[in-house]
Each structure stands twice: as structure tokens, then as C-alpha cells.
């Protein structure tokens, strides 16, 4: 069965790094799209990044060029980049796979920024 587990979440400040790491297991990986979303609460569920197969990447636009996405199919790894941290970050960070016509998804990371 395919798994993804995050990791790389925590409390950092305002201005702070943080990369989160998505482990895929039980899928060809390189051969899927993966992608990062985040929900905050009392919020829906929102992409943050996305990588192709063929390593196009695509960001949302409130991600203004802070945050890189990038995979090592090597690794069978995702990996989540983000620089110049703001509060309205915070979030719960998931991991998502389209595999096979449904959506997998890892169980979250939590990723806090205080002001």
C-alpha cells in the first residue's frame, strides 16, 4: 500500500527556514506528480507546490517565491523548501500523491510561526 511520511515541521520566527521531507513508499515514484498542501484552522485544505513527473513545478501565488519545491527520485523523496517564514504560514503541511485516480496523503506536519 502506498505511504507518505512527512517530516521537517516545528516552531520557528518570523523570517525562519524550515524543509519538510515527504518519504514515499509502495509507488513508482517517478513516474507521479507530487504535491504539498497546507490547511490552517477553521480553513480548507490549499496546494502549496507541485512537482511533475518531469520536474516542472508549479507554486501558489502566496507563496511569492519563498518556498521551493523539489524531489529525488532517488530518495523517493519530496522535499518542501521554505524561506522567509511568515505567521499566516502556520499550517498543518500534508504530503499528496494522485495514485492510480485517488489521492494519497501523509498524515501532516505541523509547521508553527510566531511573530
Given at each position: 500500500q502506498v505511504q507518505l511520511v512527512e517530516s521537517g515541521g516545528g516552531l520557528v520566527q518570523s523570517g525562519g527556514s524550515l524543509?519538510?521531507?515527504?518519504?514515499?513508499?509502495?509507488?513508482?515514484?517517478?513516474?507521479?506528480?507530487?504535491?504539498?498542501?497546507r490547511q490552517a484552522p477553521g480553513?480548507?485544505?490549499?496546494?502549496?507546490?507541485?512537482?511533475?513527473?518531469?520536474?516542472?513545478?508549479?507554486?501558489?501565488?502566496?507563496?511569492k517565491g519563498r518556498f521551493t519545491i523539489s524531489r529525488d527520485n532517488a530518495k523517493n523523496t519530496v522535499y518542501l523548501q521554505m524561506n522567509s517564514l511568515k505567521p499566516e504560514d502556520t499550517a498543518?503541511?500534508?504530503?499528496?500523491?494522485?495514485?492510480?485516480?485517488?489521492?494519497?496523503?501523509?498524515?501532516?506536519?505541523?509547521?508553527?510561526?510566531?511573530?
Open positions: 524543509r519538510l521531507s515527504c518519504a514515499a513508499s509502495g509507488m513508482s515514484f517517478s513516474s507521479y506528480s507530487m504535491g504539498w498542501y480553513k480548507q485544505r490549499e496546494l502549496v507546490a507541485s512537482i511533475l513527473a518531469d520536474a516542472r513545478k508549479s507554486y501558489a501565488d502566496f507563496v498543518v503541511y500534508y504530503c499528496n500523491a494522485p495514485f492510480r485516480g485517488h489521492d494519497v496523503w501523509g498524515q501532516g506536519t505541523q509547521v508553527t510561526v510566531s511573530s
